[in-house]
């Protein structure tokens, strides 16, 4: 069986998760918050979540594991078959995370935890996240999914990541990151309505006092 390393509260464990629930496949979730330990090392090369735990060993980074998910396992196809359409919607991964995700991130520990982030670097990343808004608008196709008819990982990457811009963007700068595109906006909120999705969602703030406590105890 599948083993999913990592911890609910993590975006990028919750987009491995729903990919798992959504093709239907059996897997175990084993609690790891990662770090510098030697065990944890010989898990993630890195120590970051998630990883994943296959017969042969361990796979980490994201997007490795979502591409190994569709190559190796049965269940409804998050990637198209079609190479110029796959190619699209790694694409838009790549730039979720890149122009949206790392920016936000920049933001994340005074958004969502409290500790000031210095202006310049608030800043930057605001201009970045605008950027990258405006590059996820051109790009995207919400038709009604980011990429257009199907779901696919963009849509997992969309929905971890862009919500958490969102919030870094409304709490920091007052902005409404996704005012200018409204379908974008109506496609979050369908995609977290999806059943699987609430089963993520639910697990994420049961799992939410513990993970806060573990920052407070780092303060």
Do not use: W
Not at 129 to 135: E, H
Request: charged share 20%; hydrophobic share 45%.
């Amino acid at each position: 069986m599948l083993k999913l390393y990592g911890f609910s509260v993590s975006n990028y464990y919750n987009m491995v998760k729903l990919a798992l629930l959504e093709k239907g496949l059996l897997f175990e979730e084993v609690p790891f918050y990662a770090g510098q330990t030697p065990e944890a090392l010989a898990i993630s090369p890195r120590g970051k979540v998630p990883a994943l735990g296959v017969k042969q060993g361990f796979i980490n980074e994201t997007s490795v594991i979502l591409e190994y998910i569709e190559q190796t396992q049965e269940g409804p196809s998050l990637l198209p078959a079609d190479p110029f359409q796959r190619a699209q919607v790694l694409a838009l991964c790549r730039e979720i995370e890149l122009y949206i995700e790392l920016p936000a991130r920049a933001c994340f520990a005074e958004a969502f935890f409290g500790m000031p982030v210095p202006e310049a670097i608030k800043e930057k990343s605001k201009a970045e996240l605008l950027l990258g808004i405006g590059s996820l608008g051109r790009h995207g196709k919400f038709a009604p999914y980011v990429a257009g008819e199907s779901f696919t990982i963009a849509d997992l990457y969309f929905m971890y990541s862009v919500n958490l811009a969102c919030g870094v963007g409304e709490k920091l700068f007052g902005l409404d990151l996704l005012a200018e595109l409204p379908k974008a906006k109506a496609l979050l909120e369908r995609l977290h309505a999806m059943p699987n999705a609430q089963k993520v969602a639910a697990d994420r703030e049961a799992a939410m006092p513990a993970f806060m406590a573990m920052i407070a105890a780092k303060k």
